[in-house]
């Protein structure tokens, strides 16, 4: 069964700051999508980036990008110039059959001032 | 655009009683919604899939008869929560998939309803 592994419960940044959130996965797929989700106090999933699993090329979104090594089945994002608004709950995501979605456990980062 | 909605966003009832929780997407057609749960600082849990006009798909230890999934339009999908106790109590979450001919096959969330059993 596919799994999805996020080992920091917890990330704290210095506004401003780079920070990097890891998740791995494990599936047997070869087509697959993968996602970071971004769910702030108000309790709204808020899609932050999207990666298909056939595109080499790491996404990137304004101040998010990921790292998507296919082969270790690592999909760690990293956050530029953190803003305060970034405080949140992140979680991985991966799309099991293009149609399941299948969360990790989540990492809860705060931006301090 | 790609907006669902979910009402009511809060609820509370008593133990016994069905809830009925609503599902739209507002500006697009959605054959696929899903069903999630979520208890306090934990993950999403899927409960169901809702296909409209179809029955909808259970995960694994989600009782059907307890959580009834109606998808009557391409835009509304319904989720009662029927003889509710305390231990329901929880944070439901739907999603509504674009339709094909997105290559990304994303889903969209609607804000949640939180419910409250006495």
């Known amino acids: 069964a596919q799994t999805v592994t996020q080992s920091q419960p917890e990330m704290s940044v210095q506004e401003a700051e780079t920070v990097t959130l890891s998740c791995t996965y494990d599936t047997s797929e070869n087509n697959y999508y993968l996602f970071w989700y971004k769910q702030p106090p108000s309790r709204q999933m808020i899609l932050v980036i999207r990666?298909?699993?056939?595109?080499?090329q790491n996404a990137t979104e304004n101040r998010f990008s990921v790292n998507f090594q296919k082969a270790a089945k690592s999909f760690s994002l990293k956050i530029s110039d953190s803003q305060l608004g970034d405080t949140a709950m992140y979680f991985c995501a991966f799309m099991k059959l293009r149609v399941k979605l299948i969360f990790g456990t989540g990492t809860r980062l705060q931006v301090f001032p | 655009g790609a907006v669902v909605s979910q009402h009511p966003s809060w609820v509370i009832c008593k133990s016994g009683t069905s809830v009925k929780i609503e599902c739209r997407s507002l500006d697009f057609q959605a054959t696929t919604m899903f069903w999630y749960r979520q208890f306090p600082k934990q993950s999403l849990m899927l409960m169901a899939t809702s296909n409209e006009g179809s029955k909808a798909t259970y995960e694994q230890g989600v009782e059907k008869d307890k959580f009834l999934i109606n998808h009557a339009s391409l835009t509304l999908s319904t989720l009662t929560v029927t003889s509710a106790h305390p231990e329901d109590s929880s944070f439901y979450i739907c999603?509504?998939?674009?339709?094909?001919?997105?290559?990304?096959?994303?889903?969209?969330f609607g804000p949640g309803t939180r419910l409250t059993v006495t």
């Open positions: 999603s509504a998939r674009d339709e094909p001919g997105t290559s990304s096959y994303e889903q969209y």
């Open positions: 990666q298909e699993a056939y595109k080499q």
